[in-house]
């Protein structure tokens, strides 16, 4: 059970997730484009659903969002579930692509985020909160996705990478 364990995408995700934790909430702080906290965490967590597929994604992006709610102190799961649709809709590229390129994985990932931060308003009406709808969503969503789209061009080889996916080898039929 413990070599199951070690051989999974957790002993590289967790490590990954936790250092884009620590600079989202340092650097990315001061640094804020038009006003927005760059959400790193969950651009990595639809990379990897863009590198990985629907469902290797969904599975990063809920132990991120368990990462990200553990640090930020919100009701455990609620970043997880924005987290694992943004990684979901990412993955949504293997449906029209086997090996998808730079940009179309680019554009995944930012609907992929775009969508993920407009359900973070949702979840979190759920589970009690307010004012969880704010004016600024229509800065935010915008912001948040192209900047995920642009992360991505590092961010989806590091999940390959971290989630232990090679490229799909194409080879020519031989006939006998």
Known sequence: MLAALLHSPLPRLIPIGMILLALQKTLFVELQPFGVILQLVLAFAASAGAAGGSER???????????????????????SIAMGL????????????????????????????????TSVPVIRRFTGEEDAFV??????????????????????????????????????????
């Open 57 to 79: 994604g969904a599975l990063a992006g809920f132990v991120l969002g368990i990462m990200f709610d553990l640090a930020i102190g919100t009701p455990l799961g609620s970043s």
């Open 86 to 117: 943004a990684a979901w809709i990412a993955g949504m590229v293997h449906l029209i692509r086997i090996d998808a390129t730079w940009w179309i994985s680019a554009i995944f990932v930012g609907v992929g985020a775009a969508v993920g931060e």
């Open 135 to 176: 004016p600024e969503m229509w800065t935010i969503v915008p912001v948040v996705a192209v900047s995920s789209a642009i992360m991505s061009i590092a961010f989806v080889p590091l999940a390959r990478w971290s989630l232990g996916l090679a490229r799909p080898e194409w080879k020519v039929p031989v006939d006998a």
